[in-house]
């Protein structure tokens, strides 16, 4: 079987931005940028993503690009080489990440589950009829969900099962643009909401004083990581099906930028609205499964822009979800040998069947995203990084991401991958650990 590649440049970053553009910049960026200084935040936000995140996205995609392969044969591949019969170790070890992007996936999909239950309230006009905060918690938890949960595991299952240019890559050009469009329209309709002042003053004014505590540095690290996919598989089997001659380095430049765009607009989505209508800009679900509801019920035209928003959260969830469950079905296809359609109905039951007890009890749901968010997902990110810059070797990790770049990396690029790279990766492991969540 001929591995596929994305058509080109400007497919490889499409769906590395869908990947990236998902929750974590639509219920945590909006409420962060706010909560952690406004424009202030952005300082180390944007200092982190574009001076270390950015290191390791371009780690990964690399990683994935020179061994034309997953974590798991990626990880073999550069153990062997190293030293005979080390193989195995290597692709041990590359299951990790693997396991930890699939694990997340299993809960991210009830989340969509979730999304698409209230994208269909919205056509329905329902945010009028209940009771929007009560009713959260009486959806959740409850095997309500079960069906809305098989749809999004169906869906990201479809996308998959059609490969990387006919599937993925194809749902992302149409996603992605819709997506961008759509915030556009709801920050217009936002900001020119009566009250909208607070919002933006909210998202703007910058709170120098914040700086100085050492938890805003913290979780813009957090959300560095996070909202750049980092954990060693999404964007390393993105970076394997990327052509020899993309350019990473301007990639990467891109696709933060564009990750950082929408981050913007969601926040600039939401934040003035929730507050136009004097509403609580929390984080998380209840933003946006109370909160959001809430104003489109009072906002004049919420109908239509109700609609609008949650079809664009769904997209950023399924962009998302597609890169959570490509990586197991890369590793399963690659081990097996069994075909991508055969992999995928597999790994999607698989996923469903481990979800159900999580749809119905919340804490159990809890549990297994804090699990998988705070200590799986951060320890792939740092043993790719290791295993990249110190097995595969810093000197050929620079090479490759230089490789047909425009811009090129001199020598010092490989001390700041193999130690301060590593170190941060290391550091945002424990940091997960000691806060309990940071990205
Ligand atoms: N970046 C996405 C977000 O911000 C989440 C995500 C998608 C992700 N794929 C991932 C996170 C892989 C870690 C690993 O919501």
């Known amino acids: 079987m001929k591995r596929e590649k994305w058509t080109g440049k400007m497919g490889f970053i499409l769906v590395s931005v869908g990947s990236a553009i998902g929750l974590g910049n639509i219920w945590l960026f909006s409420w962060r940028v706010g909560e952690y200084g406004g424009a202030a935040f952005l300082i180390p936000y944007l200092l982190f993503v574009f001076g270390i995140a950015s290191v390791g996205l371009m780690e990964e995609w690399a990683f994935g690009r020179s061994q034309v392969k997953g974590a798991i ?103 992605m643009p819709v997506l961008f469009a759509i915030l556009l329209i709801l920050v217009i309709r936002s900001v020119t909401l009566e009250g909208a002042m607070d919002g933006i003053k909210y998202i703007f004014v910058p709170e120098w004083s914040k700086l100085a505590e050492v938890k805003t540095w913290i979780m813009a690290l957090g959300q560095a990581f996070f909202t750049l996919s980092l954990g060693g598989a999404t964007m390393l089997v993105y970076g394997s099906y990327a052509r020899d001659d993309t350019d990473i380095p301007s990639a990467s430049i891109q696709a933060v ?9 969601a926040a600039l989505a939401i934040i003035p609205a929730v507050f136009a209508f004097g509403l609580d800009p929390a984080a998380g679900p209840g933003l946006l499964f109370v909160s959001i509801p809430t104003v489109f019920a009072k906002m004049p035209g919420g109908y239509i822009f109700g609609i609008l928003f949650f079809l664009s959260v769904v997209f950023a969830g399924f962009s998302s979800s597609v890169s959570m469950l ?103 492991l424990v940091l997960n650990i000691i806060y309990g969540g940071i990205g």
Do not use: C
């Not at 056509?123 to 959806?139: L, R």
């Open 257 to 265: 930028s564009f990750n950082f765009m929408a981050s913007m607009l």
């Open 73 to 175: 044969g990626a990880f073999e591949n550069v153990f062997e080489e190293k030293k005979e019969g080390a193989g195995k170790i290597g692709a041990a070890l590359g299951f990790i990440p693997v396991a930890a992007v699939f694990s997340i996936y299993i809960f991210y999909a009830i989340v969509i589950g979730w999304l698409l239950k209230y994208f269909f309230l919205s056509f329905t006009g329902a945010f009028n009829v209940i009771n929007i905060p009560e009713y959260f918690g009486t959806f959740t938890g409850t095997a309500n969900t079960i069906g809305w949960h098989a749809v999004a595991v169906i869906g990201t299952m479809v996308i998959v099962f059609f490969g990387v240019q006919r599937g993925i890559e194809k749902a992302n050009k149409i996603m």
């Open 326 to 428: 490509e990586p197991a079905v890369e590793g399963f296809m690659d081990k097996t040998g069994f075909s991508r359609g055969k992999a995928v109905l597999l790994l999607s039951v698989v996923a469903f069947l481990i979800g159900l007890p999580l749809d119905v009890d919340m804490s159990k749901f809890g549990t297994w995203a804090d699990i998988t968010t705070i200590y799986v997902l951060p320890f792939g990110a740092f043993v790719a990084a290791v295993v990249f810059f110190w097995v595969f070797g810093a000197d050929k990790a620079r090479a490759e991401i230089n490789k047909n770049s425009n811009i090129r990396f001199g020598k010092w690029f490989e001390p700041y991958g193999k130690y301060i790279f590593v170190l941060v990766a290391f550091v945002v």
